[in-house]
T-cell receptor, first 112, second 112 residues
């Protein structure tokens, strides 16, 4: 079954500490993965996607096909990083159609 | 460009009633997806419309339905409301459906 698992519902770190939000996926096809973020009282928005291999707001994520993981990392967390983070997998739903499957999210709190 | 808009923002209904939610996508976006967001289940995909056709469907009962108009605006309808339908309903638009999705603020539905 196609599935995205975020094992931690809550993650709390101190400012300046490294942070890693875990994401594992199950998919028989070629995976395309994303991280979406929802800050307090703001809309859900795209943070980064693995095909871009970019760093956004200091966050990076590497697709590890061997471990079927797409963990989100930042070396030095900031208080403004506190938010709900969702990992998402684009899956083929038939023909040339695709849809996004989201994990249940991890609430990151960065303490001062 | 104006972002995705959803109306109404808040709704209170009683069991057995029906409800219609509306979503206006970003100008030029032809794909509209709907998600149900709850604390326990996170984001769950409901369906996607593209050019007035339902292209993808999630695992929700037939009480959940939707449609898309020629101007790409979309509505979703939930009939015979149940307490468990209480959730934040998010709409997202994208150019084609398979690239970045832009989310609206959501409609908070409470079923009493």
């Amino acid at each position: 079954a196609q599935r995205v698992t975020q094992p931690e519902k809550l993650l709390s770190v101190f400012k300046g500490a490294p942070v890693e939000l875990k994401c594992n996926y199950s998919y028989s096809g070629s995976p395309e993965l994303f991280w979406y973020v929802q800050y307090s009282r703001q809309r859900l928005q795209l943070l980064l996607r693995h095909i871009s291999r970019e760093s956004i707001k200091g966050f990076t994520a590497d697709l590890n096909k061997g471990e079927t993981s797409f963990h989100l990392k930042k070396p030095f967390a900031q208080e403004e990083d506190s938010a709900m983070y969702y990992c998402a997998l684009k899956i083929k739903s038939g023909g040339s159609n695709y849809k996004l499957t989201f994990g249940k999210g991890t609430l990151l709190t960065v303490n001062p | 460009k104006a972002g995705v808009t959803q109306t109404p923002r808040y709704l209170i209904k009683t069991r057995g009633q029906q409800v219609t939610l509306s979503c206006s996508p970003i100008s030029g976006h032809r794909s509209v997806s709907w998600y149900q967001q709850t604390p326990g289940q996170g984001l769950q995909f409901l369906f996607e419309y593209f050019s007035e056709t339902q292209r993808n469907k999630g695992n929700f009962p037939g009480r959940f339905s939707g449609r898309q108009f020629s101007n790409s605006r979309s509505e979703m309808n939930v009939s015979t409301l149940e307490l468990g339908d209480s959730a934040l309903y998010l709409c997202a638009s994208s150019l084609t459906g398979s690239n970045e999705q832009f989310f609206g603020p959501g409609t908070r539905l409470t079923v009493l």
